[in-house]
T-cell receptor
Framework: DGGITQSPKYLFRKEGQNVTLSCEQNLNHDAMYWYRQDPGQGLRLIYYSQIVNDFQKGDIAEGYSVSREKKESFPLTVTSAQKNPTAFYLC?????????????FGQGTRLTVV | GESVGLHLPTLSVQEGDNSIINCAYSNSASDYFIWYKQESGKGPQFIIDIRSNMDKRQGQRVTVLLNKTVKHLSLQIAATQPGDSAVYFCAENKAGGSYIPTFGRGTSLIVHP
């Protein structure tokens, strides 16, 4: 079945470490997104990419980095510069053509700093 | 700045009642809206969408109403069931722009058996 897969589901990070969250989609979508969700909060945009080898900062990009070397993959690295990384991270994808298009989400990665 | 927001953070209803979840938007150029449902520990899922040239759209047990005059969107769930318990988000998009889903805070719907 087509879909979007995030891994791992749970991730623990020590202070000062960089960690990378995986996001893969087989929906042939051009656009991919990373959101951060804190308890009782909405989804805040970290980074997005509308085409391979191109990506843009979202509202809270500081302390994060991404790459888009393949259409199917959009990994997110949480760097040691991110001071409060504990959160639920959601990856999404959508068709780029047209504006009437829904986003498809992965099941999320819960990151905890220990 | 312009944003999508929700009026009520938590809504509690009895099983079988109808639920209404509201959303206010301030971007007058937005003309496509989506409601998503997020169950605990999972990613949001599409429920229903509506274009700005419509004021009502119905799905299975759900209805979305759009009032462009007051920039208000609502999601009505008929005969609410315990399985409807989740956080509901509205998202908006502006025609002609890059589609970047913009979400509000969300409303937590709690259905009591």
């Amino acid at each position: 079945d087509g879909g979007i897969t995030q891994s791992p589901k749970y991730l623990f990070r020590k202070e000062g470490q960089n960690v990378t969250l995986s996001c893969e989609q087989n929906l042939n979508h051009d656009a991919m997104y990373w959101y951060r969700q804190d308890p009782g909060q909405g989804l805040r945009l970290i980074y997005y990419s509308q085409i391979v080898n191109d990506f843009q900062k979202g509202d809270i990009a500081e302390g994060y980095s991404v790459s888009r070397e393949k259409k199917e993959s959009f990994p997110l690295t949480v760097t040691s510069a991110q001071k409060n990384p504990t959160a639920f991270y959601l990856c999404a994808s959508s068709l780029r053509r047209g504006w009437e298009t829904e986003a498809f989400f992965g099941q999320g990665t819960r990151l905890t700093v220990v | 700045g312009e944003s999508v927001g929700l009026h009520l953070p938590t809504l509690s209803v009895q099983e079988g009642d109808n639920s209404i979840i509201n959303c206010a938007y301030s971007n007058s150029a937005s003309d496509y809206f989506i409601w998503y449902k997020q169950e605990s520990g999972k990613g949001p899922q599409f429920i229903i969408d509506i274009r700005s040239n419509m004021d009502k759209r119905q799905g299975q047990r759900v209805t979305v109403l759009l009032n462009k005059t007051v920039k208000h969107l609502s999601l009505q769930i008929a005969a609410t069931q315990p399985g409807d318990s989740a956080v509901y988000f509205c998202a908006e998009n502006k025609a002609g722009g890059s589609y970047i889903p913009t979400f509000g805070r969300g409303t937590s719907l709690i259905v009591h058996p």
